[in-house]
């Protein structure tokens, strides 16, 4: 998959945040890599901690079956820790800040 890597732009609603993602790095790697700070915890697609829904876009899964039920899928609900894009995406992420501004400093 390495020859085949592609990269999208991902805008985060409704902070206004963009950044690209490589389909080869999970989202939440890609924002982390950018320089965004999302809620996050486990990493592996258990905790739900970085819940968040996709407006616009596609993305595939690094796993089988991720912590989001058959109707929170439907409803456009994902967990970037284990979604990986396959186009551009917009998401509602309200939580979502660069990295270092006061905004969500309570999480580390």
């Known amino acids: ?48 901690t970085c819940l968040c829904r996709v407006v616009s876009g596609q993305i595939r899964y690094a796993i089988e079956w991720p912590g989001v039920s058959a109707d929170e899928k439907k409803d456009g609900y994902i967990l970037p820790c284990v979604a990986y894009p396959l186009s551009p995406l917009v998401i509602d992420a309200p939580l979502a800040a660069v990295a270092g501004s006061s905004r969500n400093q309570s999480q580390s």
């Open 1 to 48: 998959m390495k020859n085949a890597s592609e990269s999208f732009l991902v805008d985060i609603q409704p902070g206004g945040l963009r950044f690209s993602a490589d389909n080869s790095l999970s989202l939440l790697a890609a924002a982390e890599r950018a320089g965004i700070r999302m809620p996050s915890s486990c990493r592996n697609g258990t905790c739900r």
